[in-house]
């Protein structure tokens, strides 16, 4: 990675060059765009980025909404993507049971499960595009979570501003930075189901005039959990680590640069199933099924995933315009383990004896697959935005370098027949991205604008896989298992946007975009005796998407967006399996799954929100309310007429915020969070499972003593374990509730 640690090293210096004869000035510092977003007033009146330039929410004409660190704080802060995003409209969060795999999508975008493959949103850290990669790059770490001061949730295409992969929309995950004046806040929690302890903290330091340093830190214990592994004796949903992170903020005269270095070593929740085969079933007479929590695997589970990043963020007021340059280095080492029969000698052993497995059904339990990964990705984007009287405008480059070293050990029992203990599939993928935006935007009156956005891209990326033996350390697999390839591809996304004030406060708005999904390469193939063998290759997927909205705050202290769309693909990427399975005589192994065009497809849908704060008695509360009803069909190729998979006909949120004062020091705090999905597919499949429905409770009750509070809360209140996935063989469950303690500290 020394070209991307080169350049990061030239950026920095370039800009401390630059801004020197800026920091001469002897300016007073002013508050920065973040100080003004850092809390969201009763109104809805919060600045935003989510074009690129500040603005309030609004006046954005697109769906876009912000959580902020005190509604955040209020419903107990997040660890996962999962609980950041409970309450927004059009976003479902796939768990596959551990951080590394799981994913985001919105607006019915398309997932990517179990695969290597790009996320269909765009996600950035302080506006740096952070995914892609093997493992891990479809879904935030642990260390994003760590002291937040917004997050920009984007639905709908993004692709002329924010590139590819932002087919289902963007998030943008903005740390709090420095302030300039001493502040600081602990917590500590404790979950008794899990036996879990957190504790998080964060220093901020005035040094000097216009200097200010922040460290913000995280620590997690949990050995216990709910599914746990007896042959190994450990639960796959451990979590042990800890996330650390500076950040340096010197602002002077017209630049405000912040420099920020983290790192996070962490013991993540492994992936792990039920084995789940009905009597009856061929090589199963008897029927296998295993306890919903605990799986006696021969393989100990286990992953962990370590970042360390440096990322330089510089704002310079030009007068007139505004410059901000971008650049960020990330490094990502994801692994896991995970056992391809899901069962352990013994127990194979006394499920044969009792008739469940069949005693020449070939199941082998030394079986089990080895993944891991590091990936480097760095970024650097620069843009300028500036207005002239009823004109706007903005004018960007980024660039985008991403190297992934990816390995899969495969392990086995040896035979006469074949003497391997097993393979290893190593691979590189290397993937460049260049790219040139802009917009312009007019007021033709004082109530109506119009917005043009475009963006051209052009990508390459190439792959080098191979497969070893084990013993011999020697090439196998023949030609198909020499991989050499590249592909190159360029794109040119647009948004145009007509928006009008019907009132002050109330904003229609109609536009049409495009964007792309990167294709790329499956790297994990199958095994060679798959029906349905890992094709390496895939393309683009592109999309065109119509949206109409409404929004604004019509009423004191209230805050509404509607918006309907329907977006129009091309080259769906969808996720489908190698048709192995643990019932298939001749694989009898857990699936690959892998990536595939699989033709033209539509998505369209609904989404409201409404929040209301109010005062009740001496209290103050808030309730924020949202719902989307969503669908879409494949319409044409080979999966003609199925339903897109992963998408809920229904997704809809509550959040009730309460404060009351019982005196001067002293007050009374509550949230209820009510979270659900109902409908939808599971596989794109014609014989695919439904979706499985939920509705989960969050609740949490507690006092404020001025400077120190104490919270008690419990996580799914009412103990409901539901279906996350199921497979012809495997199901996978949501965690139970989890009751807990929680003190925090504020100075």
């Known amino acids: 990675m020394g070209r991307q640690t080169h350049l990061l090293r030239c950026s920095v210096a370039l800009w401390t060059v630059a801004a020197c004869p800026a920091f001469a000035q002897d300016r007073p510092p002013s508050a920065s765009p973040d100080d003004k977003a850092a809390a969201q007033s009763d109104n809805g009146e919060i600045v935003v980025t989510a074009r690129r330039r500040e603005e309030r929410l609004a006046d954005v004409p697109t769906a876009a909404s912000v959580i902020d660190a005190a509604s955040l704080n209020d419903r107990g802060g997040a660890t996962g993507s999962g609980e950041l995003l409970a309450d927004q409209p059009s976003v479902r969060f796939n768990n596959l049971n551990s951080s590394i795999t799981s994913e985001i999508s919105i607006r019915a975008s398309s997932t990517a499960r179990a695969t290597n493959g790009d996320p269909s949103v765009g996600l950035y850290r302080n506006g740096a595009y952070i995914a892609g990669g093997p493992v891990g790059g479809r879904n935030f770490t642990r260390l994003d979570m760590v002291d937040i001061g917004r997050v920009e949730v984007l639905r709908g295409t993004q692709g002329a501003l924010y590139g590819r992969n932002a087919v289902g929309g963007a998030i943008n995950i903005i740390s709090a930075e420095p302030e300039f004046n001493a502040s600081g806040w602990g917590s500590a929690r404790y979950g008794f189901e899990n036996d879990s302890l957190q504790v998080q903290g964060v220093v901020n330091l005035p ?40 950040q340096l903020r010197l602002k002077r005269g017209p630049v405000d640069a912040v420099v920020m270095a983290e790192t996070q070593r962490l013991t993540t929740p492994s992936i792990h199933y039920q084995i789940f085969i009905p009597a009856g079933t061929a090589g199963f007479p008897g029927g296998y099924i295993q306890d919903r929590f605990v799986y006696p695997w021969s393989t100990a589970p286990r992953a962990s995933q370590d970042v360390d990043a440096l990322q330089t963020i510089v704002r310079v007021d030009l007068g007139g315009a505004n410059l901000t340059s971008t650049t960020s280095y990330r490094k990502r080492h994801s692994e896991y383990d995970l056992d391809n029969d899901a069962i352990s000698p013994t127990e194979l052993a006394r499920a044969r004896a009792a008739g469940q497995i069949g005693a020449a059904t070939p199941l082998d339990p030394s079986a089990a697959s080895y993944v891991v990964d590091t990936t480097d990705n760095f970024s650097q984007d620069i843009h300028v935005t500036g207005d002239a009287g009823r004109l706007t405008w903005l004018v960007g480059g980024e660039m985008l370098l991403l190297d992934s070293d990816f390995s899969v050990t495969t392990t086995r029992t040896p035979t006469v027949a074949n003497t391997s203990p097993g393979n290893i599939a190593p691979a590189r993928i290397n993937f460049e991205s260049y790219a040139a935006y802009g917009s312009l935007g007019f007021d033709i009156t004082d109530g109506l604008n119009v ?115 329907y977006t129009q693909l091309s ?71 199925l339903s897109l998979a992963q998408v809920p006909d229904w997704l809809a949120s509550a959040n009730l915020n309460l404060r009351q004062p019982v005196s001067e020091n002293v007050a009374l705090t509550a949230n209820v969070l009510v979270s659900g999905q109902w409908g939808g597919k599971q596989e794109l499949t014609a014989t695919s499972v439904n979706l499985d429905d939920y509705v989960l409770v969050n609740l949490r009750a507690g006092v404020d003593f001025r400077n120190f509070s104490i919270t008690a809360f419990a996580n799914n209140l009412f103990n409901q374990v539901y279906f996350v996935a199921q497979a012809p063989t495997i199901n996978r469950y949501s965690q139970p509730r989890v009751i807990g303690v929680e003190g925090r500290l504020k100075f």
């Open 451 to 565: 917005t043009g956005e475009l963006r051209y891209t052009q990508d390459s990326r190439k792959i080098s896989a191979r497969l070893f033996d084990l013993a011999t350390g020697l090439p196998t697999g023949g030609p198909s298992r020499i991989i050499d390839d590249r592909i190159s591809a360029s794109n040119l996304s647009y948004n145009a946007t007509l928006s009008y004030k019907l009132t002050p406060n109330v904003l229609a708005y109609g536009k049409v975009g495009s964007s792309y999904r990167a294709g790329g390469f499956n790297t994990r193939l199958s095994d060679p005796r798959a029906p349905s063998p890992v094709q390496v290759l895939f393309g683009n997927e592109n999309s065109t998407s119509y949206e109409l909205g409404l929004k604004g705050s019509p009423v004191r202290r209230g805050y509404f967006a509607v918006a309907g769309y």
């Open 207 to 246: 040094i000097a005039e216009g200097l200010a340093l922040r460290v913000s830190g995280d620590l997690v214990e949990q050995d216990k959990g709910f599914f746990y592994n007896p042959d190994n004796d450990v639960y796959f949903d451990q979590q042990k680590g800890h996330g650390l992170r500076g």
């Open 571 to 641: 080259d769906l990427i969808a996720q489908v399996d190698d048709g192995c399975a643990l019932t298939n005589p001749t694989c009898p192994v857990a699936a690959v799954a892998y990536l595939t065009n699989a033709g033209n497809a539509n998505s369209w849908g609904i989404e409201a929100e409404y929040s209301q704060g109010f005062d009740l008695g001496s209290g103050s509360g808030r309730l924020s309310l949202s719902g989307s009803r969503q669908g879409g069909k494949v319409t044409s190729g080979r999966y003609d007429g």
